[in-house]
């Protein structure tokens, strides 16, 4: 009875150092594989250009910094006919032409609005 628990005994601990083994072997690959990852990443870096020096970056033009030009526009008025118009017969060729309009100030929300809907502001009753 001794021989077979011995036995036994045995084949777990082989069992439990083959699945070290594994374990180790695992590892080494994942290292080998990280390994290799940073060794190929550094192969491409090189390969890049270098960063552009301080005379390769842009300019501010001449006139100093461009600026955004707010205006409200207004679409042309589609021309009058008797028969309908196919978008190949409007001007622009169908894309709506617009111009300036008279009135150049930003629309306001009304005061002790909250300037969107659902928000949470007070009612109106």
């Known amino acids: ?24 072997a695992a590892g080494v690959v994942v290292v080998a594989v990280l390994i290799g990852a940073f060794w190929l990443g550094a192969r491409v870096k090189r390969r890049e ?20 030009v707010r205006e409200n526009r207004e ?13 190949h017969e409007l001007p622009g060729h169908g894309n709506s032409p617009t111009r300036t309009g008279p009135a150049q100030e ?3 929300w009304n005061e002790g609005s909250s300037g969107s809907f659902g928000s949470g502001g007070p009612g109106r009753g």
């Open 1 to 24: 009875m001794n021989q077979a628990l011995n036995t036994e005994w045995m084949d777990m601990a082989a069992g439990r150092g083959a699945l070290a083994a594994g374990v180790i």
């Open 49 to 68: 250009s270098p960063p552009p020096t301080p005379e390769e970056q842009p300019r501010m033009p001449e006139g100093g910094p461009v600026r955004e």
């Open 75 to 87: 679409p042309d008025e589609v021309p009058r006919s008797d028969t309908r118009l196919t978008p």
């Open 106 to 108: 930003r629309p306001r």
